[in-house]
């Protein structure tokens, strides 16, 4: 079956950095868009980032500039790198891909930056 593991959460300071990962079994990253989500306590889950099967990418307004999504299709993994990070990012982060119309998530990687 289809199984998406997420890494690289953690608790950071305020300013600090942490890259996240996805890695895939059995879907092939590569062909396919992939999207960085998150939920904060409270709130709905938004996309944060997302990037396409030719490498182009996508963010929400508040990470511009700070995050970054990127492949590496040898390892069929997708990476979020998180600069800057501020108290506002606090959430769970969760990957996603979608195969013949049926999305698939990670378990979620928890991410909390402290102030």
């Known amino acids: 079956q289809v199984q998406l593991v997420e890494s690289g959460g953690g608790l950071v300071q305020a300013g600090g950095s942490l890259r996240l990962s996805c890695t895939a079994s059995?879907?092939?990253?590569?062909?396919?868009?992939e999207n960085w989500y998150r939920q904060a306590p409270g709130k709905q889950r938004e996309s944060v980032a997302a990037?396409?099967?030719?490498?182009?990418?996508n963010y929400v307004d508040s990470v511009k500039g700070r995050f970054t999504i990127s492949r590496d299709n040898a390892k069929n993994t997708v990476y979020l790198q998180m600069n800057d990070l501020k108290p506002e990012d606090t959430a769970v982060y969760y990957c996603n891909t979608n195969m013949m119309g049926k999305p698939y998530w990670g378990q979620g990687t928890q991410v909390t930056v402290s102030s």
């Open positions: 990037i396409t099967s030719s490498g182009s990418t």
């Open positions: 059995r879907i092939n990253f590569s062909i396919r868009a």
